[in-house]
């Protein structure tokens, strides 16, 4: 019996590692995979039986949450669609911003993850999948919450990642964990008015509780991080000019992965079976999945089967010209309709979805709508 459950954790730990590396679309060579399959005994010539879509397609929920002290330790900071093909071995990404407002839930859509838990332990994944199938218009097979505190640990366990970043950029008011309600030495009167001033917009949370906030610099080149650092350089959103924007940020946790990635399997790690087993239970704690026990040896031959996958990424933003990234989303004045937040809606309208759901089915399957070539080959839908 205590073989059997010490064999399902780490069947589990090394799918959310196959999860994780196949979303981001990196995966490893098959000496590495044949070492995972020997300590797991995956049965390699068995039919793969998962869940798909009409055309055949797999569809992934990645959530990345702050979990732990972490504020809003449930609010989702990363949401990624991922639409797989084990025909045609593609991959697509979508990154969703989340600040996108979402009438259904009166709220944003990082929120989604937050309110299904608070409703029902266990219903978190539920509720997500529901509303970002709703957007995107395409059915969400699976769904994978993976908490930031353990890849902080896991990036400890390692000895940090060497992250090249590309350029130096400054950010003034990232969140201190744990500070989030310090008074920074007000007294309650001054403190209410603050907060009535911050409310109307005449004055900023920063100016007002400097003390809640940090200055974090990055150099331009490569830096040796920390789990600490690293977090800090994926989840940092209010960096001075164009690192300030979703899309950059998306890139910085593609960067980090990517780091994470070849450290988990480079060389010396896999001689070093102490460590293996040490990460592999830091991340194996670290996650909510609904991927069934059974379903978890066909995720790994499923990823056997892409050695040379061909990855695709998208953003659902405001666009950028330069980059040729169509405008998806607008940034409207805020308002009592959006709670008085800082959001991005449709650019067709609030709740409408259908230029969103062209897009994506675009990306997805170019055969299904017509495109016209932009820069850096994203496509741009054609009416």
């Not at 090249?164 to 403190?191: H, K, Q």
């Not at 997805?364 to 932009?374: A, G, L, M």
Request: charged fraction near 30%.
């Amino acid at each position: 019996m205590h073989s059997r459950k010490k064999s399902k954790n780490i069947k589990k730990a090394i799918l959310v590692v196959v999860i994780i590396f196949f979303i981001l679309g990196a995966f490893v060579g098959s000496k590495i995979w044949k070492f995972f399959s020997i300590g797991v005994q995956v049965v390699t010539n068995k039919e793969i039986e998962l869940k798909k879509t009409e055309e055949k397609r797999i569809n992934i929920l990645l959530l990345g949450v702050g979990g732990g002290t972490h504020e809003g330790p449930d609010l989702t900071d990363t949401i990624i669609f991922a639409s797989i093909d084990p025909n045609t071995k593609k991959v697509v990404l979508v990154s969703i911003p989340r600040d996108l407002w979402v009438p259904d839930l009166n709220a944003k859509i990082n929120t989604a993850y937050y309110f299904g838990e608070n409703k029902k332990d266990g219903e978190g994944l539920k509720s997500a999948k529901e509303v970002v199938s709703k957007i995107l218009g395409q059915k969400i097979d699976y769904a994978v919450r993976i908490d930031f505190d353990g890849f902080v640990k896991a990036v400890d366990k390692l000895d940090g990642l060497d992250v090249e970043v590309e350029r130096t950029f400054d950010d003034y008011a990232y969140p201190i964990t744990g500070n989030e309600d310090d008074p920074c030495g007000l007294s309650e009167d001054e403190i209410a008015t603050l907060s009535a001033r911050i409310a109307t917009g005449s004055a900023t949370e920063l100016e007002s509780f400097p003390c809640r906030y940090e200055h974090l610099h990055f150099d331009r080149g490569i830096i040796h991080m920390d789990g600490e650092t690293a977090l800090k350089y994926v989840r940092s959103r209010h960096a001075l000019g164009p690192e300030g924007s979703d899309f950059a940020r998306s890139k910085r946790q593609e960067k980090i992965i990517a780091a994470f990635k070849n450290k988990v399997f480079s060389l010396d790690l896999l001689l070093n079976p102490v460590k293996i087993f040490d990460l592999i239970d830091v991340v194996k704690d670290s996650i909510d999945t609904d991927i069934k026990e059974d379903e978890y040896d066909d995720f790994i031959r499923l990823a056997q089967d892409f050695k040379s996958v061909k990855i695709e990424s998208a953003m659902i933003d405001t666009g950028d010209e330069q980059d040729g990234r169509p405008a998806l989303l607008v940034n409207p004045i805020t308002s009592e309709e959006y709670r008085n937040q800082w959001v991005l809606i449709p650019k067709d309208g609030n709740e409408n979805y259908t230029e969103i759901q062209e897009y994506v089915e675009c990306r997805i399957d170019s055969k299904k709508c017509k495109i016209t070539p932009t820069p850096k080959t994203s496509p741009t839908i054609v009416e």
